[in-house]
Nanobody, 122 residues
Framework: VQLQASGGGLVQAGGSLRLSCAASGGTFGSYGWFRQAPGKEREFVAADRWRGSSTYYADSVKGRFTISRDNAKNTVYLQMNSLKPEDTAVYYC??????????????????WGQGTLVTVSS
């Protein structure tokens, strides 16, 4: 199983980026995105349960970020709009075959991508 995250980069505040995470070697019930800013612990960003039946967002990104998936491509996306400097972090995608569980918790996920860096300049 491999998760390959991409799409990070440098963007000005107020701009947009779309992260992608391509999964191979399996099919997954739920996906999540987490991020880790310099000097901080990794935190939950967004999750998608069973093909979009339910989505979850951290309060800090609600209304600005959107998680979605393309099941045919085994790919999950994170559309990030109205980016702020405090969104600067390494973003990680994660996957689990489960469709239950607390998707805001890291322990639920079995597989993790390598991370992609998002830098938002002010």
């Amino acid at each position: 199983v491999q998760l390959q995250a991409s799409g990070g980069g440098l963007v000005q505040a107020g701009g947009s980026l779309r992260l992608s995470c391509a999964a191979s070697g399996g099919t997954f019930g739920s996906y999540g995105w987490f991020r880790q800013a310099p000097g901080k612990e990794r935190e939950f960003v967004a999750a998608d349960r069973w093909r979009g039946s339910s989505t979850y967002y951290a309060d800090s990104v609600k209304g600005r970020f959107t998680i979605s998936r393309d099941n045919a491509k085994n790919t999950v996306y994170l559309q990030m709009n109205s980016l702020k400097p405090e969104d600067t972090a390494v973003y990680y995608c994660a996957a689990t075959r489960l469709v239950t569980g607390m998707l805001i918790r890291e322990y639920v996920y079995d597989y993790w991508g390598q991370g992609t860096l998002v830098t938002v300049s002010s």
